[in-house]
Structure formats: structure tokens, C-alpha cells
């Protein structure tokens, strides 16, 4: 009687134009899919790029930002917020991220995975893209898990809470590939049997296949040049496994490559070397720190944690002052979340990078916005307060690096998909909802046999 | 000349690591005190001998011979309290069993205490008193009722001298509704959930009953000899529940047995408020970087329940439930302090609060004459995660830098270059 009864609730709940989080109706994501007009007036601006601003504001036209300066008005219309006492940063770019992803993050069998895509297993409706708005996040970069030397393809999404998967793809975001090294794709926790099971097996894994996608390019480039001669060949078989792979080689796609210990990051950076490519990040990093000069020599980024650690025997010498130790020796570093729960409060782990290692205000700031965006390849559209940049900017009750910040606000493209007021608002008629409909939670839940 | 210069400075800093500590007085002075519980100092002087704080004011006498620190700009805080941890009995978390004495074999385990094994020289451990967590409850996490929990000081040579009460709680995973191990335990205990609150009652029942003859059998029964204090209602149990309908059952089980029980986690309790008022029972809250248990929960429900907690008159103390994550203590305090907690509030969450709850406020908790010396000097207010912790003290003494901080000097004096 009482799954009934709760089923019955449920349809109740369907039928109310009222939902707990803030999701926007049809008319509402319509209006949110255009890019917007706004003005943020008065307030303190954290730039990322040019530093601290003071009573300043910020003029927004199609989604773009036209102008930053103190005393700024905007076209009669234009909705204005007023930023007295607020804190604009950067909309939060999370560079690790595995939110909303439908299913499953691994491939089982093979250890190369690369013709696999994250962009097809988006799942929009993930609570979490909400949770993380309201933390000030406005892109999340999306990939595979690390159980395969390489995972396959990533995406770049902006968290556009209520419109469709094509409309949160950031746009012409550079492909990125997830790489894996060490305890994950050597399977210690899991192991399958499969090779490899070592360090030194996972590094010729990954040169294995390098080595067959170049035997497989010279085999399209025969073909292409016997087609230029006239002749009729057959094209040789597409290999989705190893287009990603010369997508590499030709320096269309971005490698960004799980890591933990020093030798395993050298590794990879010797292949890169051998085959001539770039590697665009170093993902987790613990032991960044150890090779920081080879790291800074081959231009990679740094995307770590602000201080998680000794969760496995890979992690022991990870230290919290990873991050602020390459930003001192010329090295970009990004903190990042790898977890639904962390990305919340990406502003917070921000301000580690000062408590360990004393990094400046705006380098900190960077750590979650400009140096994601560089290691993305879109730093020249967004992740600082920069005219002509996209207006994706996250609005904050005081100093986001301070023990009492809370996002007020989160703006992408120039409109507002989190608003704190509103949200607040929000709860009292699903609170009366609960109060009518709710079962007492006492009644015989207890009896329901367990087990979610 | 220069290379000398520096070879004489590091071995007087090898000799002043290696002396062995000395009944030497240290005075603090035209520092900043925040005593917690009584008013800030603006600029004064603490003093404190043989791991007890001597004196603390604007107008302090510095005894003769005393250590003086210059502590001008800088801010004496006291070290914090995490009352649910495993720091020192966990290093490395996943897939390496060798180094974790947490989770024990076996549903009912009350003869064990959590503290026994903490390891001096835990890495983790240097790491979480670093960020100036003084005091930690230790508390093993494995069956029902895992061990009885420990309160350790994060400083000394001993895992003697550490520990500040071995015997300071019993830990029960409380049995959950909705499947699986309500608690923060380990594999799930078999049964419906009515017969694993039968079993706990029965285990209470014959602890109850094997209490007067304690001591006195030739029989003896260490589990039920150790159970013999929390049975009774002398000392405290603490049930780890985290929803709503379990926070309520844990409750009305404490009542019915007649209990001293305080709520460990209890994430959902911004449900329950007035239940767990009117239980008049502590709650140790957190961690606070936990996602909401329902979709359709506020986002920030876990947020603002300290918040809750305090308009309510609840005593409560936050907690990270974690041995790495407890140098974050602060920083989940911060959190709260966000989200609707008054600043002093969620600094007494972190220090005082704990203290009273688990009945050790006269040792430590805040700066008094005659409370242990556990404290911090600090650059400014310790929730802001700006701010650095220039120095920790426990019992008197000036605790080493963390492996981290030696890592990082250690790769920092690296020379450009290289391959």
C-alpha cells in the first residue's frame, strides 16, 4: 500500500508545474538557449587575466562581453544586476570531470578504447549539471574513465541546465583524447588478466599504438597519392580505433593523460618525443612536483587536485603544494574535480593553492579559469574577464576565496541558469508539496525490504 | 664562505631539531589570542610549561628563561577538535590492506579500542595537525558495534602519551532502512533491518546483564566487560546514521535503552530537527563536502544544517569522518560559515563544541590557564583557507612540518634545467 501510495505521489509531483531544482520550463529554456543581454553594475571584478577591479561593471550584448569599466550604462531594456558588494570571477571551468555521463565510464575488454565518445553518452538531466551551477561552475570537461591506456574522445560542455546535449557542446571546442597511466590501466584494483599489468607494459601499449596509427596513415596516404595518380585502388578499412590516434599525430586532438607517479608522466613525455606530439595535460599529476623542469620544457599543463591524496599507493607522494610549486616554476596548473561532490566548490580548493604554497590571488583564480581554458584550447573565447570573451561569469556574496563565499549566481552566454534568489524561492511551494503529499517517512519504510 | 655559512646554520637547526624537549617555558607574545569562549585579545601574551598553558593576557609577566616568540601580525588560535576520524589507524585508503586497521572482522567488537594502533609517524597524521587539528577522535569503523573510540592528541612520541582517552565512546554502525550498512561501515549485516535492531537490543540486553558480575567471574568476557559503561548509560554510544528514518530509529533505540548516545554524521538531520531536539542528544555533523541523499533535496541541504542545528539550540560539533580530509576540517566549518553559520559558531564547531560533546572541555578546546597547549599561530582566521599556519603546538610542543612541506622545499630548491 504505501509503494502505491508513493507511486500515486510521484505522478502528483509529474503533474505540478513545479520542480525542486530550479529547471526551467519550455518557454524559459527557450529564452535561455539565445545568448543574452545584461549589465553587472558596481561590482568587484576578479579578471583572471588583468587582476583585481574595484566598482566596476560589466556590459554583456549577445552573450558576449562588449565592456568592462567603472560606471557603465546599457540600452534602455537590458536587465541589469546590480553587483554593490558582489564579486564577478570567471565562470569555474572544471578541467576533470566525469558529471553526466550516462552509464558506465570504462571499456572492459580492449586496453585501447580510443573510437569510444563521451559526446554520445551526455545525459542533460543530471542533477549534478544544477548542483554545480550553483557552485559557479559554467563548463565541465567531460571524459572516460581510467581503465584504458586510451579512454576515447572527451567534450567540452557548458552547463546549460535544461537545454539539449548539441546546445551545451562548447563550440568549436578542440577534440581532446583521455589517456591513462599507471594503477588504473595496469588494473591493480580490478585485475582482468588483460594486458598490460605494469607500468612498463602500459607504456608499450600506448607506443604500440602510435606505431599502428602511423603504419595506418602511411596507408591512407599511399592510397591518396595513388588516387592523385590516377590510378584505381581500393581505400584501405577505417579504423575508428586509430583515427583519434593520427588525429594525434597531425596535431588535431589534445592528449590529456591520467598520471601519478614521476616515471610514468616521463614516459609518456619520451613517446610524445619519439612521435612527435604534444601532450595538452597531465591529469591528476601527484608527482608533477618531481619533474616540474621536464613538464615546463615540453609546455604541459598541469590539471590536479588541491590536496587529495594517499587514497592508493600511487597517490602517497602527492603533496598539496603540487600545484603552487609548478605555478612558481612556470608551469600552468589547474585544480580540478574528478567528483560530482568536489566540483561544488572548486572556489574553495582555489584558495588552497594559496594556503599551501602561497600563490597570488589571481593565480589562484586562474587554477579553475584561465589555465583550464588554455588547456583546452579555448582560452582565446572564455575563462577571463576579458572584452570580447563569452560572457560566462559566476557572481559571488563577497570573496570567493573567503571562509563565507556562495555563488549568487551563475551566467552563461549572457543568461542566468542558476540564480541562489530563485532557487530559494523555489522551495517553499515544494516544501508545502512535501508537507500535503509526502508519506510519513516513519511508515513502514522499514519494512520495504531494503536495498535502493 | 657562503656554502660554509649555510653548513653552520643547518646543523644549528639539526641540533635545535634534535634536542631533546625541554621543561623550558614558552611565551607568544604581541600576538593576536582568540581564546574561544572569552574575548579576544588583541594583542597579548600566552604563555605555557610542561604542556599546560600557564597564562594568557594583555598584561602577561613572561617567567625568566622562557622561549620568546615575537607572534606581532600573527593571530594564537586553539588547535581543533575532528570528532570522527580515522587519522593514525589509515594511510593509504585503497587497495593497500597492509596499511589500514579500520574495518575489523566480525559484527560485534566492543572490546576493541580505535586508538591502540595510532601510528605516531602517520604522514597523513603530520598532514591534518599541520592545518592545526590538534585532537582527533579516533574510531575504528568495521560490523555493528566497531570498537570503542579514542580521543588522541596529534602530537608526542607515544601512542601512550597520545592518547587522551582510550575509552572515550563505543561506535555503533547503526542498522539502516533502506539497505546495506546504515552506518559508515564496512560489508552489510544480514537480516531485515528489524532483526539487526533486535540483535543490537539483545547484545545491550546481555551486556546489561553481565555487568554486575564484571570482574567477578572467573569467566571473563572482554567484549561484554568493555560494554559494561555504554550499556549502562556511564558513558557515551555514538550511532553513525546518516537519513532521516534512521536518525528517528537510532533515537528511539538510545531512549529505550537508556542511553548516553550522540549522532555521528547524520547528514539528513535538517529533516529531523525537531526530533533530535527533543532527544536532547549532541550530533557530530558531517562530513560537510557530502552530496545531498535525494535529488530533490535543496542543493545545499548538508550546507545549511550546522546553521539548523544552531537556531535550534542543538549542541553540535562538525566533522570530516576521514583520516586524510581532516586537515580540511577547517575548510568544512568555512562551508557552513557560508551557508548561515555565524563565523564564532562555526569556529566553535571545530574546537569547543566537540570538546563539551565528548566531555574533555576542561583539557582542551580553547586557550585557559590550566588546559593543554594545543595551538596554533596563524596568519589570520583559520576557516579562511588563505590563511597559513605558521605553527602548531600540542601538549607544549612545536610539532614538525608535514611531509608535504618537506617535499615541497625539497623540490622547490631544485635547479632549472634537466633533461
Redo the contacts between chains.
Sequence with gaps: MNRCFRYAALLTLAALPLAAQAYPTPQQAAGLAAPGDMLISNATVLTASHGRLENTSILVRAGKITAIGPKLTAPAGTPVIDGTGKFVIPGIIDEHSHTAVDGGVNEGAPSVSAMARIKDVINPHDINIYRQLAGGVTIIHIFHGSANEIGGEDAVVRLKWGLPVDEMLYPNAPQGIKFALGENPKQTANPHGRYPATRQGVNDAIRTTFIAAQEYRRRWDDYHAAVARGETVYPPRTNLNLEPIVGILEGKVLVHSHSYVSAEMQGLIDISDEFHFHIATLEHCLEAYKIVNEIKAHNIGCSTFADDWSYKMEAVDGIAYNAALLEHKGVRAAINSDSDERARRLYQDAAKVIHYGDVTEEQALQTITLNPAWMLGIDKTVGSIDVGKDADLAIFNGDPFGPSALVEKTIIDGRVFFDRAQDLANRKPVAMYERLFKPPLSLGLADDGGGQ | MKSRLLWILAAGAAALVAQAPQPRAVAIVDARIVPVGAPVIAQGTIVFAHGKITALGTHVEVPKGAEIIRGKGLAVYPGMLDADTTVGIA??????PGTMDVNELGDFNPQLVSGKSVNPTS??LG?VRANGVTTVLVAMRGGRISAQASLVDLGLYTNDEMNLERKAALWINFP?????RGGRGGAAAGG???QQLQQLADYFAAARRYAPIAGKTQFPQPAMAAMAPYATGAAPVIFSVSS??DI??AIKFGQEQHLKFILAGALDAW?VIPEIKAAGCAVLYGPL????SS??????AIYTTPAALARAGIPFAIVTGS??DS??LP?NA??A???GLA?AA?LEAVTISPAKILGVDSQVGTLAVGKRANLMVTSG?P??????IQSVYIDGLLMPPS???R??DQ??A?P????
Design positions: 594511510e593509504v585508503s585503497g587497495h593497500a604522514d597523513i598532514t539502516s532502512s533502506r539497505g546495506g531485515s533491518t528489524a532521516a528514518p528517528r530509529a529533516q563536502t557530502s552530496m545531498p535529488e530533490n533535496d535543496p542543493y545545499d583520516a586524510a586537515r580540511n575548510y568555512a562551508l560559515e557560508a551557508y563565523p562555526a582566521d576557516l579562511d583557507p588563505r590563511t597559513q611531509k608535504h612541506k617535499l615541497y623540490w622547490m631544485r632549472d634545467g634537466g633533461k
